[in-house]
C-alpha cells in the first residue's frame, strides 16, 4: 500500500515568489491535514479537509497560505507571496475516519521550503 | 489550552543500550490520547507507540515502552537494546478525542552510536 507521498522533497525560492506544495494521501482516507515546523520549533497544525471540505483551518497563518482538495483527493498547499517566516517543513498526513481508539496519523516524509 | 514540552533536545546511546526520552505536557482534559512519533532522517514520521489516558497500564510496544504518570502529566519513552535505525528525530504529541489535532512537542533527536 502506498503511503502518503508528497512533492517535492525540497524546495528554495526568493522571498516573494509562489510556490505550491502537494499531497497525495493514502487511497480512500478522508481525512487529510496539513502540519508544519519552523526550525527547531513545534510542529504546529495548519488545516483538516474531510473529504473536499474544510473542516479546520484554525492554524493557517495568515491569507498568503491557501489549501486546497479538489474532488477530495490529493491537496495543494500554495504560499503567496512567499516570506522568509515560510520556511520550515510542510507536513501532510492523513487518516481514515477516527473514531475511539483507532486514533493514528500517517505522515507523509515533508516538504522543505526554503525562503531566501 | 494544550502544550507539550519535550526538554531534551538531542540525545545519544550507545547500541544495545536503554534509553528514555522525556515528554510532559500540559492540559485540563481528563481523557485524551499520548503518541510518540518517530521520524528517521530523510523519511516518513511514524507511530511508535501510543497511549490512551484512562489506561492505567503502561503501553509496550516490542522495545519501545512509555512510562505513563497522569498525575504528573508526564509520558516518557524508553527504548531498549538501542539499534542504530532507532536513530531518528521523536515527537511527542497530544490529542483531545474528536479534535483530529495534534498537539506536538519540539522533538528530540537520538543518535545511536556504534
Known amino acids: 500500500e502506498a503511503g502518503v507521498t508528497q512533492f517535492p522533497s525540497h524546495s528554495v525560492i526568493e522571498k516573494g515568489q509562489t510556490v505550491t506544495l502537494r499531497c497525495d494521501p493514502i487511497s480512500g482516507h478522508d481525512n487529510l491535514y496539513w502540519y508544519r515546523r519552523v526550525m527547531g520549533k513545534e510542529i504546529k497544525f495548519l488545516l483538516h479537509f474531510v473529504k473536499e471540505s474544510k473542516q479546520d483551518e484554525s492554524g493557517m497563518p495568515n491569507n498568503r497560505f491557501l489549501a486546497e482538495r479538489t474532488g477530495g483527493t490529493y491537496s495543494t498547499l500554495k504560499v503567496q507571496p512567499a516570506e522568509l517566516e515560510d520556511s520550515g517543513v510542510y507536513f501532510c498526513a492523513s487518516s481514515q475516519e477516527m473514531t475511539g481508539s483507532k486514533e493514528k496519523l500517517f505522515f507523509g516524509s515533508g516538504t522543505q521550503l526554503s525562503v531566501l | 489550552a494544550q502544550t507539550v514540552t519535550q526538554s531534551q533536545p538531542e540525545m545519544s546511546v550507545q547500541e544495545a543500550e536503554t534509553v528514555t526520552l522525556s515528554c510532559t505536557y500540559d492540559t485540563s482534559e481528563s481523557n485524551y490520547y499520548l503518541f510518540w512519533y518517530k521520524q528517521p532522517p530523510s523519511r516518513q514520521m511514524i507511530l511508535v507507540i501510543r497511549?490512551?489516558?484512562?489506561?492505567?497500564q503502561n503501553a509496550t510496544e516490542n522495545r519501545f515502552s512509555v512510562n505513563f504518570q497522569k498525575a504528573a502529566k508526564s509520558f516518557s519513552l524508553k527504548i531498549s537494546d538501542s539499534q542504530l535505525g532507532d536513530t531518528a528525530m521523536y515527537f511527542c504529541?497530544?490529542?483531545?478525542?474528536?479534535?483530529?489535532?495534534?498537539?506536538f512537542g519540539t522533538g528530540t533527536r537520538l543518535k545511536v552510536l556504534a
Open positions: 504529541a497530544f490529542m483531545k478525542p474528536g479534535t483530529y489535532k495534534y498537539i
Open positions: 497511549q490512551e489516558a484512562y489506561k492505567q
